[in-house]
């Protein structure tokens, strides 16, 4: 069964179950896998699925940060609920890479650029390619930029 197959099914058991949050997280990932599927004007692949639950984990997550800096307590709370939620969906595939793994990748593509090559834009185009799906961009920007520093 494909993401969207298991989240449909999830769907219908927080409407039996009234369950509001799951409700809630859960009707967002069907209306961005449409939005997503009307965008690219095809079908989604159990990737382009996997990679819309991804933004929305990281949209929560961000949303979280925000909402605990403001004190709204209850609103980080809830996005919090609804992360955990997105992210039993995420459980089946391959695992993020961590920031030693990134650190790496980032030394050994430098090493094998130019001189003149060895820039933020340049090691992003790079390095994001390999990474897709397995490393958040914010992760791995930051990790350039200390390389860049200390090199």
Known sequence: MSIKDDITADLKDAMRARDQVRLDALRSVISAFNYKRIEASKDLSDADQ??????????????????????RTELADKE????????????????????????????????????????????MRTI?????????????????????RSA
Do not use: H, W
């Open 80 to 123: 919090t609920r609804e992360r955990e939620i997105l992210q039993t969906y995420l459980k089946d595939l391959p695992a993020q890479k961590s920031p030693d793994e990134i650190r790496e990748l980032v030394r050994a593509t430098m090493a094998s650029l130019p001189p003149e090559g060895r820039n933020q834009g340049g090691l």
């Open 50 to 71: 996997a990679e819309v639950v991804r933004k929305l984990v990281k949209q929560r997550t961000d949303s979280i940060e925000q909402f605990s800096k403001a004190g």
């Open 128 to 148: 994001l390619p390999q990474l897709k799906g397995l490393a958040d961009g914010n992760v791995v920007r930051q990790i350039v930029t200390e390389e860049l």
